[in-house]
């Protein structure tokens, strides 16, 4: 069964680079079908998609992020990273990695990573 | 704004049956599949339903989903107590090309 792990809390500056890695365990990440992704959750708000990524490297960014968002995988190490730079506070939130497969949907959530944009 | 449309909130009864709809477009709803997630309180969202109205395994089949035109509904019979959670439909928009995600529906199990 596969699980996704997200570091713990963080706190990022504002104009600073956010950087998060999300291991995969109990399987590979090298599958043709899935594609490993970033969803975000401001507090108290809804889920917005940031991209995700198929190992083959080739990557899918939401436009409205794209400028800023770089997703990277590591099949050596079974990761996938994000790096999200100039954050600012509208930034803060929970980040989530997740699974998407040939179920056309988010199959496997990770637990979450709340990441706070403060000076 | 969110792209696909849901109800703030809905409520009932214990035992009772709940209907949540996602309402979207031709560049979204009207030509994509259509999946629904559970998001109890202070975890992480959890599929539901996938390609319209399919239920992952170990899911039960008080919930439901169907799709017609550019609306999807999520379907929840039988309610139970611990169904009380946010309930989100997304897909794909190709417009927009990015992934979308309604605002959220909270269920009240009264």
């Known amino acids: 069964q596969v699980q996704l792990q997200e570091p713990g809390p963080g706190l990022v500056k504002p104009s600073e680079t956010l950087s998060l890695t999300c291991t995969v365990s109990?399987?590979?990440?090298?599958?043709?079908?899935?594609?490993w992704s970033w969803i975000r959750q401001p507090p108290g708000q809804g889920l917005e998609w940031i991209g995700y990524?198929?190992?083959?490297?080739?990557?899918n960014y939401n436009p409205s992020l794209k400028s800023r968002v770089t997703i990277l995988v590591d099949t050596s190490k079974n990761q996938f990273s994000l790096k999200l730079s100039s954050v600012t506070a509208a930034d803060t939130a929970v980040y989530y990695c997740?699974?998407?497969?040939?179920?056309?949907?988010?199959?496997?959530w990770g637990q979450g990573t709340m990441v706070t944009v403060s000076s | 704004q969110s792209v696909l449309t849901q109800p703030p909130s809905v409520s009932a009864a214990p035992g009772q049956k709940v209907t949540i709809s996602c309402s979207g477009s031709?560049?979204?709803?009207?030509?994509?599949?259509v999946s629904w997630y559970q998001q109890l309180p202070e975890t992480a969202p959890k599929l539901l339903i996938y390609?319209?109205?399919k239920r992952p395994s170990g899911i039960p089949d008080r919930f439901s989903g169907s799709k017609s035109g550019t609306s999807a509904t999520l379907g929840i019979t039988g309610l139970q107590t611990g169904d009380e959670a946010d309930y989100y439909c997304?897909?794909?928009?190709?417009?927009?090309?990015?992934?979308?995600f309604g605002g959220g529906t909270k269920l009240t199990v009264l």
């Open positions: 997740a699974h998407y497969g040939d179920r056309d949907a988010f199959d496997i």
């Open positions: 109990g399987g590979s990440l090298s599958s043709a079908t899935s594609y």
């Open positions: 990524i198929h190992y083959s490297g080739s990557a």
């Open positions: 031709n560049s979204n709803i009207g030509n994509n599949y």
């Open positions: 390609e319209n109205n």
């Open positions: 997304g897909t794909w928009d190709f417009s927009l090309t990015t992934r979308v």
